[in-house]
């Protein structure tokens, strides 16, 4: 059965520091995987995805992320982080029928001035 | 485009009203998607529609039920509301399975 695993709940890091949420997933197959931010009060919106291409996805504001097969990992990353990156992140997979996704309980990107 | 819409915002409900939510998008996607979320649980599907004419349970669709009116629409009843079903709702929608899902803005709902 699939699932993902979001390792932090909190992360809290300065304004110009690098930025890394952590995502473990389980699946049974080559799993499609996304992460996806939310600003508080806001709609949620994709921030990249990994789809079997290159294992090194780069995303929207500066985020990539690294899809390790055989630590089953899908980290989150930014060299620099900005104020405006405070938000809650969540990392999901899904499922084979294609339809359906599994999202991580999210972590919460606290951004210090 | 207005993307994926919502109807209504805000809504407070005493326990066994009953109420629809209302979805629309314009991006001419098949896929639609309902789901709600709750503090530390990330989000939950409560029903999808694959295209137009179908509907699927999610992983938690007991006491709602789903409509896909036409391929813009797709609404969520819940027949008799419950303090559970407290939460903020999504609506979202994909072009085809693809996976890239589109949001929109999500209905805080409250049952009293």
Redesign the interface.
């Known amino acids: 059965a699939q699932s993902v695993t979001q390792l932090d709940?909190h992360v809290s890091v300065s304004e110009g520091t690098p930025v890394l949420l952590r995502c473990n997933y389980s699946s049974s197959y080559s799993p499609?995987l996304?992460w996806y931010v939310q600003h508080p009060n806001?709609?949620?919106?994709?921030l990249l995805?990994y789809?079997s291409a290159a294992t090194l996805v780069k995303g929207i504001n500066g985020f990539e992320a690294e899809f390790k097969k055989s630590e089953t990992s899908f980290h989150l990353t930014k060299p620099s982080a900005h104020m405006s990156d405070a938000a809650e992140y969540?990392c999901v997979v899904?499922l084979d029928s294609?339809?359906?996704?599994i999202?991580?309980?999210?972590t919460k990107l606290i951004i210090k001035p | 485009n207005a993307g994926v819409t919502q109807t209504p915002k805000f809504q407070v409900l005493k326990t066994g009203q009953s109420m629809t939510l209302q979805c629309a998008q314009d991006m001419n996607h098949n896929s639609m998607y309902w789901y709600r979320q709750d503090p530390g649980m990330g989000l939950r599907l409560i029903y999808y529609s694959a295209s137009e004419g179908t509907t699927d349970k999610g992983e938690v669709p007991n006491g709602y039920n789903v409509s896909r009116l036409n391929k813009r629409e797709f609404s969520l009843r819940l027949e008799s509301a419950a303090p559970s079903q407290t939460s903020v709702y999504f609506c979202a929608s994909s072009l085809n399975g693809a996976h890239e899902q589109y949001f929109g803005p999500g209905t805080r709902l409250t049952v009293t």
Request: charged fraction near 10%; hydrophobic fraction near 35%.
């Open positions: 709940s499609s996304f806001k709609g949620l919106q994709l995805k789809t969540f899904s294609n339809y359906q996704l999202w991580g309980a999210g």
